[in-house]
């Protein structure tokens, strides 16, 4: 007996072996959909970086030109845009923006033609889906078709950086309670001054004495300066130049490398000098400085 199940048991494990398996049926979910990256970078940041600012004046600025445009900067409240995003970085970089801040490539910032600075909007890459928040402290871009201007580490977190440029959707957004623009500081009350009664003046004959006319004495080089900033951006000179305007004259110089001097001047003394120092400091530019005249030779 055990002879003849030997060739039955071979016979059964080639037919095994040479026939297909019967196909598995798993009822597997599906695949979950492609999640939206939301790289925002969260919300505390973004907060934190809005109580940084903390009275920091808000610009909006003069109407400016550009390569013949005339941009108007202005407080839209419900701001939305799609169109084109750039970004700029190392040539740029610890540079001064258009509101007076050193530029870091590595903050979560941009440069916008017309809203306010500081203001924030939200960026959504359309090709991708992320969505970051950022702040706006600059001016640009002035490249036809681009609304807005990534700082290096936005371009990043966005996926824009290798690409150069991405289609995107804006839209402002108010991050740390930062609602409103900040009000103007309210006048101080107009000074009142008591009148005193005024005592009777007695008038005394003096001899009158021979003596030179005084001689009108003349601050020699009084030709004061106010230097603001250095910027590369044409665009970026324009705006400044226009925002400036309300302090003083404006005067703007090429240096080499590319950049333009910006400065307010000439004033006929120090003391008008340091109260246009004052103001645009006031207004936001800390590395605002003076520059004394040049003493003749």
């Known amino acids: 007996m055990r002879r003849l199940l030997l060739p039955v048991l071979a016979g059964l494990a080639v037919a095994?072996?040479?026939g297909k398996p019967a196909p598995r049926i798993v009822n597997a979910p599906p695949p979950p959909p492609p999640r939206l990256v939301d790289v925002s970078d969260d919300s505390a940041a973004v907060a934190r970086d809005a109580a940084k600012l903390g009275n920091w004046p808000v610009k909006i600025g003069k109407p400016y030109?550009?390569?013949g445009i005339t941009y108007y900067p202005a407080d839209?409240?419900?701001y939305r845009e799609d169109g084109v995003a750039s970004w700029y970085g190392p040539g740029f970089h610890a540079g001064s923006t258009a509101n007076g801040e050193r530029y870091d490539q590595d903050d979560l910032t941009a440069a916008h033609r017309t809203l306010p600075m500081p203001s924030w909007v939200e960026v959504?890459?359309?090709d991708n889906g992320r969505k970051l928040t950022?702040?706006?402290?600059d001016r640009g871009p002035f490249a036809r078709g681009r609304i807005i201007d990534l700082s290096r580490k936005a371009a990043q977190l966005l996926g824009v950086d290798r690409a150069g440029t991405a289609r995107?959707?804006?839209?402002?957004?108010?991050p740390g309670g930062r609602s409103e623009i900040a009000p103007l500081p309210p006048s101080p009350p107009p000074l009142v001054?008591?009148?005193a009664p005024v005592a009777p003046v007695t008038t005394i004959a003096l001899p009158t004495a021979s003596r030179e006319p005084a001689r009108a004495t003349t601050s020699t080089g009084a030709n004061w300066l106010v230097q603001v900033a250095a910027l590369g951006d044409g665009g970026r000179v324009s705006w400044l130049k226009g925002f400036l305007s309300s302090f003083g004259p404006v005067l703007t110089e090429s240096l080499p490398g590319g950049l333009t001097r910006v400065r307010l001047g000439p004033f006929g003394s120090e003391t008008m000098a340091s109260a246009a120092l004052a103001q645009v400091r006031a207004a936001g530019y800390a590395d605002a400085r003076l520059i004394p005249p040049t003493p003749s030779r």
Do not use: F, W
């Open 124 to 126: 959504e890459n359309r």
């Open 65 to 67: 030109q550009v390569a």
């Open 193 to 195: 001054v008591a009148s």
């Open 168 to 174: 995107v959707r804006l839209r402002r957004v108010y």
């Open 76 to 78: 839209e409240r419900d």
């Open 134 to 137: 950022v702040r706006i402290n």
């Open 16 to 18: 095994a072996c040479g």
